[in-house]
T-cell receptor, first 116, second 111 residues
Framework: GAVVSQHPSWVICKSGTSVKIECRSL??????MFWYRQFPKQSLMLMAT?????????EQGVEKDKFLINHASLTLSTLTVTSAHPEDSSFYIC????????????FGPGTRLTVL | QKEVEQDPGPLSVPEGAIVSLNCTYS??????FMWYRQYSRKGPELLMY????GNKEDGRFTAQVDKSSKYISLFIRDSQPSDSATYLC???????????FGQGTELSVKP
């Protein structure tokens, strides 16, 4: 149980275009979803937290107009990187929490974004 | 100073060795402690979850939390080549709250 999927697993796009990444909880309802980015050999940095039906809460330094997050249902959250630039190239990982006894976060497999 | 400090390694051990991974932290409000394993180009996988101080064992893995010293450990017994991965500690102050991750320790278990 507790499977989280992401789509696509990798994407290459041109500078200036927008890219949408989907995060789905496959076998549980996720009350909260988190979006992280990870640079090579570095840790995960939280970008934003989203609750179903509410606006996302962004971490300090993360541009909410650039990284649009939508949590439309209890099983789906999307991250759209708008007007992507090469510095946005990174590994984006989502996680989902069902709010169970430990409120553990279960992570998706990640999406590797390369902006040319 | 980072809230969570973790030696990035790399750490190389022979198969069968006992591995000790550690993190220190500065925020005394942290109460929930986790260890994740991350294979290259994959998402993190939850290994151990501990609340407050104490030990927790699951198979070859043992997690220890010492809140008085602000120090957590993960021990891997009888290490296997398949254990080769990056191990991330993470912690939060509230249940289901924001996770703060360590940098991750890259472990290599040689056959």
């Amino acid at each position: 149980g507790a499977v989280v999927s992401q789509h696509p697993s990798w994407v290459i796009c041109k500078s200036g275009t927008s890219v949408k990444i989907e995060c789905r909880s496959l076998d549980f309802q996720a009350t909260t979803m988190f979006w992280y980015r990870q640079f090579p050999k570095q840790s995960l940095m939280l970008m934003a937290t989203s609750n179903e039906g509410s606006k996302a809460t962004y971490e300090q330094g993360v541009e909410k107009d650039k990284f649009l997050i939508n949590h439309a249902s209890l099983t789906l959250s999307t991250l759209t990187v708008t007007s992507a630039h090469p510095e946005d190239s990174s590994f984006y990982i989502c996680s989902a929490s069902a709010g169970g006894p430990g409120n553990e976060q279960f992570f998706g497999p990640g999406t590797r974004l390369t902006v040319l | 100073q980072k809230e969570v400090e973790q030696d990035p390694g790399p750490l190389s051990v022979p198969e069968g060795a006992i591995v000790s991974l550690n993190c220190t932290y500065s925020n005394s409000a942290f109460q929930y402690f986790m260890w994740y394993r991350q294979y290259s180009r994959k998402g993190p996988e939850l290994l151990m979850y501990t609340y407050s101080s104490g030990n927790k064992e699951d198979g070859r893995f043992t997690a220890q939390v010492d809140k008085s010293s602000k120090y957590i450990s993960l021990f891997i017994r009888d290490s296997q080549p398949s254990d080769s991965a990056t191990y991330l500690c993470a912690m939060s102050a509230t249940q289901g709250g924001k996770l703060i991750f360590g940098q991750g320790t890259e472990l290599s278990v040689k056959p």
